[in-house]
């Protein structure tokens, strides 16, 4: 079975900083893809950042990078210069047959 | 390029009753999911489609739920006699499959809607 476990249920940073958010997966699949998603309060899912398994190079954008360590089969993410519109749920997810698995979530707070 | 509609936002239906759901993904998209999340969890799985062909089912879509995608485009879930634990958001997605030089499944979500049965 796939599964995705996030940790972390919360996390706090000071506004500025950075903080990473944790996340190890299981799949028996050499080829997949990643992500992590954001969900801040009572707002609609939006795609943060997505790593190809096949790739070795770690996804980066903007404030947001991951830390992809795929014999660990761990997924961290990063996020730098910490902004109060950071604060939401973060979710990982693993595709898996044509659907994404999630994670519990972490709960990011960002205190100014 | 808009993104993936759902409507209603907010649904507050009593035990027993038939709800429907609408979803518009994004246009061109190919491929639209349907998720339920409950609170405090991540989405979990019900169905998708490719096209008008619903091609997976999950185990956690009873024979109480029914999806459909007739022309393709947007897309129908219905709670035939709705339960207390079918309370939950309902989460809709799309993506485009198939069509770049790899194929991926980057899916992209709309706002849900929210199902509260008394």
């Known amino acids: 079975a796939q599964t995705v476990t996030q940790s972390q249920p919360e996390m706090s940073v000071q506004e500025a900083e950075t903080v990473t958010l944790s996340c190890t997966y299981d799949?028996?699949?050499?080829?997949?893809?990643l992500f992590w998603y954001k969900q801040p309060p009572s707002r609609q899912m939006i795609l943060v950042i997505r790593q190809e398994a096949y790739k070795q190079q770690n996804a980066t954008e903007n404030r947001f990078s991951v830390n992809f360590q795929k014999a660990a089969k761990s997924f961290s993410l990063k996020i730098s210069d910490s902004q109060l519109g950071d604060a939401a749920m973060y979710f990982c997810?693993?595709?898996?047959?044509?659907?994404?698995?999630f994670g519990a979530g972490t709960i990011l707070r960002v205190k100014s | 390029d808009t993104g993936v509609s759902q409507d209603p936002r907010h649904k507050i239906t009593k035990r027993g009753q038939n709800v429907t759901f609408r979803c518009d993904p994004i246009s061109e998209h190919n491929r639209l999911y349907w998720y339920r999340q409950t609170l405090g969890q991540g989405p979990e799985f019900l169905t998708y489609f490719q096209n008008e062909a619903q091609l997976e089912k999950s185990r956690l879509l009873s024979d109480r739920f029914s999806a459909e995608r007739p022309k393709g485009s947007f897309s129908t879930l219905e709670i035939q006699r709705t339960e207390q634990g079918d309370s939950a958001m309902y989460l809709c997605?799309?993506?485009?499959w198939g069509r770049g030089s790899r194929s991926t499944d980057t899916q992209y979500f709309g706002p849900g809607t929210r199902l509260t049965v008394l």
């Open positions: 799949t028996s699949e050499s080829d997949y893809y």
């Open positions: 997810a693993l595709e898996y047959g044509n659907k994404l698995v």
């Open positions: 997605a799309s993506s485009s």
